[in-house]
């Protein structure tokens, strides 16, 4: 017979179980989102903007939003590390609404994003992803090729950028900084899954940049 405490402790446990898969789907990025909650993306972004009123103010807030949607290397630790930047559909709407903000204050009146605009952006098939990393030639990401593991799936990009030509870097570590755009089909990978995106470069480099997709909506 099973005593009081004991299911008690099971009932407890079961909840904790159960909040925690709740947060985790809840912080996955969101494949499909509803008007309402596009809204409340556009507000999120909205907010923040329409408070920074020192240039500073205004640098801390898209620093942050960068590093919301960025895996990878942390920009602050590791300057140079190879990370990316994740522009899912709550990133965009977000950016919108930093843009409702600024464009606010300069016309003095509420600015709104039109309805086809944020409808597009809820209708995205792909995700972009931006990816930075350095190398020691201002050449050295020309030719890369892309593509995101999730254990033994591989998931090529529907569609590949031109790498840009590598800009000086000021800080430690290899002379050059490049970037590079990438966008995958959401119905081809698990918007929940911890996964890797792996680069590889012309000189047969390989750079791996983790994603725990749980963590970027």
């Known amino acids: 017979m099973v005593s009081h405490r004991s299911s008690v402790l099971w009932v407890v ?5 159960m909040c925690a898969v709740g947060i985790e789907t809840a912080w996955a990025i969101d494949v499909k989102l509803s008007a309402e909650e596009a809204q409340k993306a556009l507000e999120a972004g909205r907010v923040p903007m329409e408070k920074a009123t020192l240039p500073e103010d205004v640098k801390r807030v898209l620093q942050q939003a960068s590093l919301a949607a ?23 709407l977000e950016a919108f609404g930093r843009q409702e903000a600024v464009e606010s204050k300069k016309r003095k009146i509420d600015v709104r994003m039109p309805e086809e605009f944020i409808k597009k952006v809820i209708d995205m098939p792909n995700m972009e992803v931006e990816v930075q990393l350095c190398g020691e030639d201002e050449y050295f990401a020309e030719g890369a090729v892309i593509e995101l593991q999730q254990g033994s799936k591989r ?20 002379a050059f900084r490049s970037r590079f755009t990438a966008l995958f089909a959401y ?12 680069v590889n470069l012309q000189d047969g480099q390989e750079a791996r940049i983790p994603a725990d997709f749980s963590k970027v909506k």
Do not use: H, W
């Not at 140079?80 to 994740?86: E, F, P």
């Not at 998931?155 to 290899?174: H, Q, T």
């Not at 119905?187 to 792996?198: C, L, M, N």
């Open 13 to 17: 446990v079961s909840l904790i179980g």
């Open 187 to 198: 119905e081809q990978f698990d918007p929940t899954a911890k996964s890797v995106f792996v």
């Open 70 to 92: 960025r895996v990878g290397a942390d920009p602050e630790k590791d300057p140079c590390g190879a990370s990316a930047i994740l522009r899912t559909k709550r990133y965009r």
């Open 155 to 174: 998931i090529k990009p529907i569609d590949l950028g031109k790498a840009e030509r590598g800009r000086k870097n000021e800080g430690n570590g290899p």
